[in-house]
């Protein structure tokens, strides 16, 4: 894939967007963001769409090489309409994050209804069949991420409560029930790209410096807020301490498919794919709520950028 060095750490595809509202096999109103993981020989992203009624289902899309995807013609989730995740989930469910754990793909999801917006989690082996665990927050609380692996024997979990705009960290047993929540990183304030509300956007990666933690930054203005990306890195032990974070975003709304759309100024990311061999990170996500993009970039350039700090 070639790349040109721009404006921004992340490299835009030449061709965005790769996935469009023509691409899909029944009639949708917008195309939000998409969760990303590898499978077999193949790259999966987990489609967030909102239907012709205004409630958001998840849709397939599939790629030999992460950049031509074929949807399948039905939805891989649509909202429960039965037991205690319908009440939860009647307008809708997004946001899909994929964790791979011990051989399980671990989707936290946002479920969407008229008493706020809960994370929930699913599971999967292939994905064929996706099976839900849990509702594991109280309303309202949405930008949830597995870490893929234990630390101190806990499960781990980023999360951002609405309230305050943190990103919070809470820790788990058995996936179900969590607790000793705490706020793990906050936004700048005034003055900055990322002054009012941050959230986790990728499932931490693991590198030889720390976990990258690539976040959402939004800055309200006088014409609406501003969404951008930009990355921390925590100690692998200590996740907790953050060892660095972006001075300025790797990714900006620049484009047209980024700054016009259902949701203006905005890029908004649920996943990315990491191949060491190459030192590439290829990053999906969303512009404007409107397609899936995708931007890629060196990982070892990011972890630089991130600790070169402020």
Known sequence: MGRSFGRDVIHRYEKNPIINLEDM?????????????????EIILMVRVETMKGHSILVLARSSNGINFTLDKEPIMI???????AKFEEQGIGDPRITLIDGTYYIMYTAI????????LAKTKDFKKIERISLITEPD????????????????RLDRPREGGNMWISYSKDLIKWGRSEVSISPRGDG??????????????ETDKGWLI?????????AGPI????TIIVEKK???????RSRTPILSPREYYERVGDSNNMVFSCGAIVDEAKDELMLYYGGASMGINLGTAHISEVVEECLKGE
């Open 192 to 205: 900055y790209w990322d002054a009012h509300r941050i959230g986790c956007a990728v499932p931490p990666i």
């Open 25 to 41: 096999a029944f009639t949708c109103l917008n195309i939000m963001n998409a969760g990303a993981v590898k499978y077999k020989n």
């Open 214 to 222: 690539v976040y959402y930054g939004e800055k309200d203005t006088s």
């Open 238 to 244: 200590n996740i907790t301490k953050v060892i660095g």
């Open 113 to 120: 209804s008229r008493y706020g917006r809960r994370l929930a």
């Open 141 to 156: 609380n949405h930008s949830g991420a597995l870490f893929p692996k234990k630390i101190d024997g806990d499960f781990v």
């Open 227 to 230: 969404f951008r990306m930009g």
């Open 79 to 85: 909202p429960s309409e039965k037991g205690e995740f």
